[in-house]
Each structure stands twice: as C-alpha cells, then as structure tokens.
C-alpha cells in the first residue's frame, strides 16, 4: 500500500520588512496561512504587535499529499477595511523533502514573499520544515536490519532481539 502523504511540521518563525500595497508598513495584526493545497490550509496566531518585523514561531503540523509539489506560505494582515493578504511564498517540495536528505531532517528555510497577481518582491518569510516519520516506521526498520542513519553512543531499540552494528574504524596518529 503507498502512502498517499506525509505529515509536515511547518515552523512559522518571523516575517521581515512586509508592507501594503508596497508602500506603507504593516503596523500590527499580520498572521500566516500554510496551504498544502487549495483546500488543506492551517493558521498561525495573529503578532499584534511586530509590525513590519512579525514574530509568531509557532509550529504547525499538516498533511502533504505525495503528489503535491509545493507548500504555499501566504502572510495576511487584518486592516480597518478587513483582510488582506501582505505575500505568498510557493515553496517546492525538493527544498524539503528531496531524496539526498535523511527522516526527520530539520531545513530552515527563508523566502522571498511575493504580492499576487504583481509579481512583486513583499517581504520575507523565515520557516522550518521537518517531514516527520511516524515512530512504528522507524522502529521497524531499524529491527529489519534497514539502515537508518544514527551517530552517537549505544542505540537500542524496544521490541528488537538482535541487531548489527556498523562503524567506520578511524586512525588518528599522534605522539605521546
């Protein structure tokens, strides 16, 4: 059975220099949508007081369709006259979830906001993204003998009765 999607833990940590209509500076209220598509969208909670530079570090968990080839990051601002979206950031999914980069990797990543339908440079986004690997997965691959990167001391497993462990030997040459 293929999996159909992974779940991605989405870091929002700070916007900078966002601006309306590329003139006047976001003065407070700015929050930021992640969109795995059209339909699946999850929201930070609103900086109220960060201005052009929002501070939100808040980790948001979605799911992302294995067919989907990008994250779409939108920073919105609540005005007087109601909502209005700052930029959108398309982040391609081989930023993240590439195949030369190991479960579980952290990527900070940062992103030039754009203003719809312009073109137009709006800010930036600064985020991290790890694609999470669901715990059974990762213990049944280490106790099938597959090879799950690990650098440290000792490494057990619960539920294994055995295993091998591999190691590089290396010489280092020094004078007493």
């Known amino acids: 059975m293929a999996t159909t999607s992974r779940a991605l833990e989405v870091t929002v940590i700070s916007g900078e220099g966002l601006r309306l209509d590329r003139r006047r500076p976001v003065k407070k209220n700015a929050f930021a949508v992640v969109r795995t598509n059209s339909r699946i969208s999850r929201t930070t909670k609103t900086d109220i007081d960060g ?26 601002c609540k005005t007087y006259s109601g909502e209005k979206i700052v930029g959108t950031a ?12 190991p479960d579980n990797y952290l990527h900070f990543l940062s992103y030039r906001l754009r203003e719809d339908g312009k073109g137009e440079r709006n800010g930036i986004i600064n985020l991290s993204v790890r694609v999470k690997v669901p715990e059974n997965r990762v213990s049944a691959t280490m106790c099938s003998g597959g090879a799950v990167p690990w650098m440290g001391g000792p490494l057990a497993v619960e539920g ?17």
């Open 90 to 101: 398309r982040i391609p999914a081989t930023d993240f979830a590439g195949g030369y980069f």
């Open 51 to 76: 201005g052009s530079y929002p501070t939100w570090n808040e980790k948001i968990v979605v799911d992302f369709p294995s067919q989907a080839r990008f994250l779409t990051v939108e920073v919105h």
């Open 160 to 176: 294994c009765s055995s295993g091998v462990v591999t190691g590089v030997p290396v010489w280092h040459r020094y004078k007493y």
